[in-house]
Structures are given as structure tokens and as C-alpha cells.
């Protein structure tokens, strides 16, 4: 009498079934794994892009409340605003504490990579515009906080002239005691990548800082 097969797998049979699910399991693993890749870089490109948005709209908006305001030194007539390659400093209509009031010295640079940094960042400097004050020194005082990261570089340029006379230019320092230019030109460069350059066109001029002499008809920068 022929004895009857025992039901069940053999361990051939065993061990191909499982070569075969641990081989699928490996392709649905790594399809899995580039797609999360694939979200988490299109969420970091959304974050930047936002977070640009967002650094763009602030920056117009700081440096279109840019103020016209004399510095009070007697010895010299001077705006408080500073314009050079990789930092601008003004006076901002926005105030430095929003729910006391007053204007503000703001500061926006470009600062180099560091040790163990790849790139640069812009920061943001802002103090409260004390009344006698003499320069805009005490944007030193106050801690720094960064606007955007991973910049290879943030230039400045100013546009405008010293006076009526002459035409109004581009100029990579703004060196006018007493005139501040019309438009400022933010650009910045992440690596190879030349973002959209930020003009912005400062809505005061001097004469919002000043009074006219009824005398001389002439506008006199306020003290």
C-alpha cells in the first residue's frame, strides 16, 4: 500500500515565497521612501518660497516707510539714513514697539557664511529712534534676527540724485546728506539662483521732514 502525501509546502517552496515577498516588500519600501523624498522636497520648496513671499512684502514695506528725519547734531545737517552695498540704514515710520508708537531705526545687511555655515543671511536690526539722538548708533545695541537664509549674497543699490540740477542715477552707495533717494534695489543671489530683483520706491522725501521758511522759501530739515 503507497502511503499518502502529507499536505503543506516543501522547503524549497517556503523559501521562494519568501524570496519573492521579502523582494516585493524591498520595491514597495523604496517606492515609498522616494515618494516621502519627493513630498519633503516639495514642502521645503513651498517654505521657501513662502518664507521669500512673505520677507519680500516686509522689505517693501519697511523701506516705503522710510522717513526723511534729521539727526540732531548742530554741527550738521544730516538725514539719518545710511545707504552702502550690503546694509542700508533709515528711519522707519513704523514704529519699534507697535503698540507705543514712534519711529524706529531699522538696519537690513547682508552678512557673509560663518564657520560651518554654507551661505549668508539677511538680518534685520530695529531700535526705538530716540529724539536726540545724534547717529544710528543704537542699532548696534539691539540683537539681530535673521530675515532670509541660505544667500550667497544681498546687494544695495540706491537710485537718485544730490539735487535737481543733476540726473538721477543707480548708485551702489547713497552718499546725499540730505536727500534721500527715491527708489531702493534689493538683490539677492541663493548659490547660481539671481532672484527677481525688489525695487521699492520710498514714498517720502525730504520736504515730509522739514518746514518751510517764510523767509527764505526754503525748506529747512526739522531739528
Known sequence: ?????????????????????????????????????????????????????????????????????????????????????????????????????????????????????????????RAFAAADAKDLSALDEVEKFTLIEGITSARFEYFGAENDIVPPAWAEKWEVRRRLPSHVRIEIEAGKRKLPAIVVALRLGEEAGCYESPFQRLCVPRR
Open 1 to 125: 500500500m503507497i502511503a499518502r502525501r502529507s499536505a503543506g509546502f516543501t522547503l524549497l517552496e517556503t523559501v521562494i515565497a519568501l524570496t519573492l515577498l521579502a523582494a516585493m516588500l524591498a520595491m514597495l519600501f523604496g517606492g515609498l521612501r522616494l515618494g516621502v523624498r519627493s513630498w519633503d522636497a516639495g514642502l521645503g520648496r513651498a517654505e521657501r518660497a513662502d518664507n521669500l513671499l512673505l520677507t519680500t512684502s516686509f522689505l517693501r514695506r519697511e523701506l516705503g516707510s522710510a522717513f526723511p528725519w534729521r539727526l540732531k547734531d548742530p554741527l550738521d545737517v544730516r538725514l539719518a539714513f545710511v545707504g552702502e552695498r550690503e546694509r542700508v540704514q533709515f528711519v522707519s515710520l513704523r514704529p519699534a514697539d507697535f503698540a507705543g508708537g514712534g519711529l524706529a531705526f531699522v538696519s537690513f545687511a547682508y552678512e557673509p557664511a560663518g564657520a560651518g555655515d554654507e551661505a549668508g543671511r539677511l538680518v534685520m536690526r
